[in-house]
Structures are given as structure tokens and as C-alpha cells.
């Protein structure tokens, strides 16, 4: 459906790099990066707000690289809205068919058709001043989508929304998706990628460095940006080695813990999931292969429940529920004892 070859883009000091991606029709591709990655760079070179340097733009296989942006069939969505202000949200919606010369009779259809998609029937009237957040976000969405494009791209799209109205923009755009639209969107949330995406890219310094879907990307990270993103704080330098035909890692100069797989360098990163650690108040019964004994560090609040730091040569940081942390009878300086999976441990190769 959209696809990019070697698309690269000098903006001032900034280079998009040779940027390849592949989106079948009716996915749902969210980019992730922080400020000043390059994302919405991209995003404006797909839309055809600026031309690449190199490289192509395909749509439905028909190249639209040098396509001015109302002839490529894309809706572009800004993080600020760009409504106007001075209009009702009717008149919004219907300019892009007044400017393409559509007749009084079909314009009513379609704005009557694409505000009651999107449960905005009631507001037409109003002017776009004495809206929500919520409600503008809907106003830019019907007013891009009235105009049928094949191609939704989304500029942050939550940026400005309270909390309680994302979930109602982020059920509308699901709907929007499974009725067959693909949707480009850009956002530094990772919770938004996983809430929405059937695909994830990772745009680092001007290249995407990882592509696939959520659970491929953030389960497998190709390098330490991409695992940080996901939310990975477990981060260990190591050494392997092969001992009674099992792998070792050796961090830290004398912590040891074995690890799941075959054919290691002899040196480089692993990481382990913060849920995929389990914390005791003593000696297990049954430890297993990876049994370490600690000092908690910290406890903290955490979003999914209380985060423990132990400090075992090694910072190791656990999740756990609060249910789970009741159980528990540990404080700040008291021993613990963590234990995980052998396979638990991943190693980045691209590290």
C-alpha cells in the first residue's frame, strides 16, 4: 500500500537516512521517537508538504514522490488541528469539498455521512473556539477523512487531548481501521503504539532502526533505544562463556547467572524484562538456575504496581502487583533474593 525506498532528507544540520519501510493496506503503523527524531519530517514527505532529496514514495503502487499533496489521496491530521477558527465545525469540514468544486447537495451528504461516523453530529453548528480537545480532534479528523484519502496520517494526535478524552479519540480511530483505513501515526508514546498499532517503527536520529510488529519490536529489541522505549530498565554488560554445556554470563566481574541459546560473542549486552524477575523475602525452597541474593535498594509507586531496586553487584529492577508487594515482608535495606528464567535474558545484537 505505502511504500518507501531509500528516502533521505537534509534538513539544515538534520539527515533523514535512507529510510526503507513497507505498509500493507489497513494497517495501523504507529512510528515511535522522541523530539527531533524525524518522524514528522517523514510524515511530511509522505503527505507532499516537502520533497526528499532521494529515494521514492509509492502509493497502491503508483509513485507519488513528485505529486503535489492534493493529488496524492493523503489525509494529513496536525498535532495543533489547524481548524479555523472563524468557521462553525460544519463549514470546517465542508471547505476541502467547497475548494474542489463539489455541488451544495453532495457537500451536505458528506458532511452529514462523516460527522455522524465520528459522533459529531450535534456540535455542526458550533463555532471551533467553544470546543474540547477531544472535540477539535474529531473536527480535523472529519474534515481530512470527508475527502475519502486512501492514506490517514497522524501528526501526535493525542498531544493535546486530556486524559480522559483519549479514549474516546482512540476508539474512533480503532473504528476507522477496521473498516479498512490505513493509518500513519506518529507519536514519543509508546502506550499509544501498543494500544493501537499492528505495526511499530522505531525512528532514531533520522533512521529507523527497527520495524515489525508490537509484540516482534518490544519483545526483541535490536538494540538498547528500542528497549528503553519498551519500557526495558534491566541493562547488564557481560561476558559469555560455555560451562558443562550450558551458556553463562558473567556481569560485573563476578556476578554469574546462566542464560538460554547457543553461539554468544564473548561479549555484550542482555537485558531482562522487569516483570519477567521474581522477588523473595528469603532462600527459595526451589530456586532454579538463577537464585541471587541482594540488598533492596528502593521501592517505589509504579504505574502497574510497585517497582523494587535491588542491588545485587548489579541493579536489577523487579515489577511486581501491589498484592504481590503485601506479600512481601521486605523494606529498603532489608536481604532479598531474585530469581528469573534462563531464557528470560535476551541479548541485543545490535549493541
Not at 465520528?118 to 480532534?137: A, F, M, Y
Not at 481501521?177 to 501515526?185: C, E, P, Q
Request: proline residues 4%.
Amino acid at each position: 500500500m505505502l511504500k518507501l525506498e531509500r528516502i533521505s532528507k537534509q534538513l539544515g544540520s538534520f539527515l533523514l537516512s535512507e529510510i526503507d519501510l513497507d505498509i500493507p493496506g489497513g494497517e495501523y503503523f504507529v512510528l515511535l521517537g522522541r523530539s527531533g527524531s524525524g518522524k514528522s519530517q517523514l510524515l511530511e514527505l509522505i503527505a507532499g508538504l516537502s520533497d526528499p532529496d532521494s529515494g521514492k514514495i509509492w502509493l497502491d503502487g503508483e509513485d507519488i514522490t513528485c505529486r503535489k499533496i492534493q493529488e496524492r489521496q493523503v489525509g494529513l491530521v496536525f498535532q495543533d488541528y489547524a481548524v479555523f477558527p472563524n468557521m462553525t465545525v460544519a463549514s470546517n469540514i465542508a471547505y476541502s469539498l467547497e475548494s474542489r468544486g463539489f455541488s451544495r447537495k453532495n457537500i451536505k451528504e458528506l458532511v452529514a455521512g462523516i460527522s455522524g461516523e465520528l459522533n459529531i453530529t450535534g456540535i455542526l453548528d458550533r463555532t471551533v473556539t467553544n470546543l474540547s480537545g477531544g472535540e477539535l480532534q474529531r473536527v480535523a479528523l472529519a474534515r481530512t477523512l470527508v475527502t475519502s484519502p486512501k492514506l490517514l496520517l497522524l501528526d501526535e494526535p493525542m498531544a493535546s487531548i486530556d486524559a480522559s478524552l483519549k479514549d474516546d479519540v482512540r476508539n474512533s480511530l480503532r473504528q476507522l481501521n477496521r473498516k479498512g483505513l490505513t493509518i500513519v501515526h506518529v507519536t514519543h508514546d509508546y502506550r499509544e503504539a501498543i494500544s493501537l498499532a499492528t505495526m511499530v517503527g522505531v525512528i532514531h536520529n533520522g533512521r529507523l532502526v527497527q520495524t515489525g510488529s508490537p509484540h516482534e519490536v518490544f519483545s526483541s529489541p535490536v538494540n538498547k533505544f528500542v528497549a528503553r522505549y519498551a519500557g526495558i530498565r534491566n541493562f547488564f554488560r557481560a561476558d559469555f562463556f560455555s560451562e558443562g554445556g550450558k551458556w553463562k554470563a558473567r556481569c560485573n566481574g563476578n556476578m554469574i547467572f546462566s542464560i538460554s541459546g547457543s553461539d554468544y560473542p564473548s561479549n555484550g549486552l542482555l537485558i531482562i524484562k522487569s516483570d519477567e524477575i521474581k522477588i523473595h523475602d528469603s532462600v527459595p525452597l526451589y530456586p532454579g538456575e538463577n537464585c541471587i541474593r541482594g540488598l533492596v535498594r528502593e521501592i517505589n509507586p509504579s504505574e502497574f504496581g510497585v517497582e523494587i531496586t535491588v542491588d545485587a553487584g548489579e541493579n536489577f529492577f523487579i515489577d511486581v502487583t501491589r498484592n504481590e508487594f503485601r506479600m512481601l515482608n521486605i523494606k529498603e535495606s532489608s536481604e532479598a533474593w531474585i530469581t528469573f528464567d534462563p531464557a528470560s535474558p535476551k541479548f541485543l545484537s545490535g549493541s
